[in-house]
């Protein structure tokens, strides 16, 4: 049943929409926040939406275009974090320093603040302590950074008593109980606790001053906690072992202990994305989904009933042929002697192209997140199905084994997860799979300071580099759009220590004359209120009048993506596809 044609909507008020989600009000399930971004920006618009009439209730809440957040607490009400306001409701970061209550038919203009933070903090945000019934019992949170937060409790007046935790802790609540995971390590009762130890403990204990925590799963150096959330009563914690997925469910018990079993039946190799069937907590059965994908096997919904197998419910059809294709995980060695592994893609007679394997590299590397290696649809049909070869890197910086593997290619580290990243494409040469010529490398975001510190610091690597909506000049990057909110992640540039490291991979700075540069294209969109686009422009520009073949692409949408639909994100991710296979000399008959 369509609740509303998105393409017909923009047509009728003249607006680039895009969908940007939704939330139903618990106390009221016909009403739902839609939330709807112009050409696929950041910032969005908010709306309220009848379910019973289909259609944008006239009178209903209404948020102007912002980076914003909206909770229901009651049919009437709502508890918003909203830029929109000027300074006075933004953090230099460019999102909301502010929680406002928001009453039906008031203007968020007359909404009272009830609590704020700092400008120099991220953001503000507000979370029920339960969602099913809301209550007046929140949390107000400040995000300190993507890795820092200090948290209280309160009401709809504002919040109250502060949650006595490190701010480098990761938490979530269902009832009484609180389970948290430290990134660092954490004494407690004189037992050294390693970084991403997962901890419970009664939240009434917590708020009393006494709290009685359980080591629920603790982190080694190759099998590390990822994330975790609840479903019904439970807990799952999903953990990473040599990169398998791993997922465990800890059920709390009247005595006070927990019990602990495995989701089993599920695959050892690529995604495996888990959630509840039910996402309304007072709806959930203990039943849970599961989104399983590899690099050759395309994306399936199971379902995992209580005690049963997991049961395939729908798949994906295959986009491209994946005959004779392997996959293998392997391991390079970087400059520093760390093992850092990689997922390759190819055909599985390895000698069927003679050492001249065209490869195409991807990478990230950054903010903790695990780079998994999943169904591309485009690369598969571009590149893999004409017997190129795939490669998935697993770089310091990222989330692969926890927090000590984030921290080592982060601030003064961040260069080595650069470092990584070409000691695979060395890695491959050494194997006899390929020629550095025949090596295409393609990274976005925090993965175009990647490739933009392969130009610079290892051009002799590489035939061709793809760099996308990326962040390239480190001078500046803290003064554009929401940049000082990363400085977490690379540093303060305005620091003279900080600084130090990084004007070393500030390709815009390091970028000279008459270096033996592969070819470059570099991308970005018009709406990306993320990372500003001025990176990718400068850089380009920059190239070009220094003599290098260095080409330029953005688009008027998108925002920090590829493109605002299917066809935009098919065209821009053929014409890079389309570059890299022309500049390092691929044709289907080579």
Same mark, same amino acid.
């Given at each position: 049943e369509t609740l509303i044609d998105l393409d017909a909507l923009a047509k009728v008020e003249d607006e680039d929409w895009i969908y940007g989600g939704s939330d139903p009000c618990p106390q009221?399930?016909?009403?739902?926040?839609?939330?709807?971004?112009?050409?696929?920006?950041?910032?969005k618009v908010l709306r309220e939406f009848d379910l019973t009439t289909m259609s944008f209730?006239?009178?209903?809440?209404?948020?102007?275009?912002?980076? &914003?957040?909206?909770?229901?607490?009651?049919?009437?009400?709502?508890?918003?974090? &909203?830029?929109?306001?000027?300074?006075?409701?933004?953090?230099? &970061?460019?999102?909301?320093?502010?929680?406002?209550?928001?009453?039906?038919?008031q203007s968020i203009d007359d909404a009272p603040v009830v609590g704020q933070t700092r400008a120099d903090a991220m953001a503000m945000a507000v979370a029920?302590? %339960?969602?099913?019934?809301?209550?007046?019992?929140?949390?107000?949170? %400040?995000?300190?950074?993507?890795?820092?937060?200090?948290?209280?409790?309160?009401?709809?007046?504002?919040?109250?008593?502060?949650?006595?935790?490190?701010?480098?802790t990761r938490w979530s609540q269902r009832g009484d109980w609180i389970v948290l995971a430290r990134?660092?390590?954490?004494?407690?009762?004189?037992?050294?606790?390693?970084?991403?130890?997962?901890?419970?403990?009664?939240?009434?204990a917590l708020l009393e001053g006494a709290p009685r925590y359980t080591a629920?799963?603790? &982190?080694?150096?190759?099998?590390?906690?990822?994330?975790?959330?609840?479903?019904?009563?439970?807990?799952?914690?999903?953990?990473?072992?040599?990169?398998?997925?791993?997922?465990?469910?800890?059920?709390?018990?009247?005595?006070?202990?927990?019990?602990?079993?495995?989701?089993?039946?599920?695959?050892?190799?690529?995604?495996?994305?888990?959630?509840?069937?039910?996402?309304?907590?007072?709806?959930? %059965?203990?039943?849970?989904?599961?989104? %399983?994908?590899?690099?050759?096997?395309?994306?399936?919904?199971?379902?995992?009933?209580?005690?049963?197998?997991?049961?395939?419910?729908?798949?994906?059809?295959?986009?491209?042929?994946?005959k004779g294709l392997r996959v293998e995980r392997l391991e390079a060695t970087s400059h520093d002697g760390t093992r850092v592994p990689y997922v390759q893609v190819g055909p599985a007679d390895a000698g069927k192209n003679k050492g001249q394997a065209p490869v195409y590299m991807y990478g990230y590397g950054g903010f903790g997140l695990t780079m998994e290696a999943s169904y591309r649809v485009g690369l598969g049909k571009l590149w893999l199905e004409r017997g190129g070869t795939f490669i998935s890197a697993n770089l310091r910086g990222g989330g692969e084994f926890g927090t000590p593997w984030h921290d080592a290619g982060r601030r003064e580290g961040k260069a080595r997860s650069h470092d990584d990243f070409a000691a695979i494409a060395q890695d491959l040469v050494a194997r006899g799979v390929t020629q550095p010529k025949r090596i295409a490398a393609e990274g976005g975001s925090n993965g175009g300071l990647l490739i933009a510190n392969m130009l610079t610091r290892y051009p002799e690597r590489f035939g061709a580099l793809?760099?996308?909506?990326?962040?390239?000049?480190?001078?500046?990057?803290?003064?554009?759009?929401?940049?000082?909110s990363w400085i977490a992640e690379y540093g303060d540039p305005d620091i003279a220590e900080d600084w130090a490291f990084l004007q070393h991979i500030s390709a815009y700075h390091t970028a000279v004359p008459g270096q033996a540069y592969p070819p470059i294209l570099i991308?970005?969109?018009?709406?990306?209120?993320?990372?500003?686009?001025?990176?990718a422009r400068k850089m380009a520009a920059k190239l070009q009048a220094m003599g290098y073949e260095a080409d330029f692409y953005e688009i008027a949408e998108g925002g920090h993506g590829y493109g605002k639909d299917n066809a935009q994100r098919a065209t821009f991710t053929t014409l890079g596809l389309a570059f890299l296979r022309e500049k390092i000399g691929w044709t289907d008959e080579t």
């Open positions: 009221a399930p016909d009403r739902v926040l839609i939330w709807l971004s112009r050409g696929g920006s950041d910032a209730v006239a009178d209903g809440f209404h948020l102007p275009e912002a980076k &914003s957040s909206a909770l229901w607490l009651d049919a009437d009400t709502l508890m918003i974090c &909203s830029a929109y306001g000027g300074d006075e409701h933004a953090t230099t &970061s460019g999102y909301a320093r502010t929680a406002r209550l928001l009453r039906r038919g029920p302590v %339960t969602r099913d019934p809301v209550g007046d019992r929140l949390w107000f949170v %400040t995000i300190e950074n993507f890795f820092s937060n200090t948290t209280m409790i309160g009401t709809r007046e504002g919040p109250s008593q502060a949650l006595d935790i490190p701010d480098d990134r660092s390590a954490w004494e407690i009762d004189n037992v050294t606790h390693p970084p991403d130890t997962v901890l419970a403990t009664p939240l009434s629920l799963f603790t &982190s080694s150096e190759r099998y590390a906690y990822e994330n975790h959330w609840w479903n019904d009563e439970a807990l799952i914690v999903y953990a990473h072992e040599n990169l398998e997925p791993r997922h465990m469910r800890f059920t709390p018990q009247a005595d006070g202990t927990w019990a602990r079993t495995m989701v089993e039946g599920l695959p050892d190799v690529g995604i495996v994305h888990m959630r509840p069937l039910d996402d309304i907590e007072r709806e959930q %059965t203990g039943d849970l989904i599961a989104n %399983t994908q590899d690099p050759i096997t395309p994306p399936r919904l199971s379902l995992i009933e209580r005690g049963r197998a997991p049961a395939v419910m729908k798949s994906m059809p295959p986009a491209f042929d994946a793809f760099c996308t909506i990326p962040l390239i000049d480190m001078r500046r990057y803290t003064k554009l759009l929401a940049g000082a991308a970005t969109t018009r709406k990306d209120d993320r990372v500003h686009p001025g990176h």
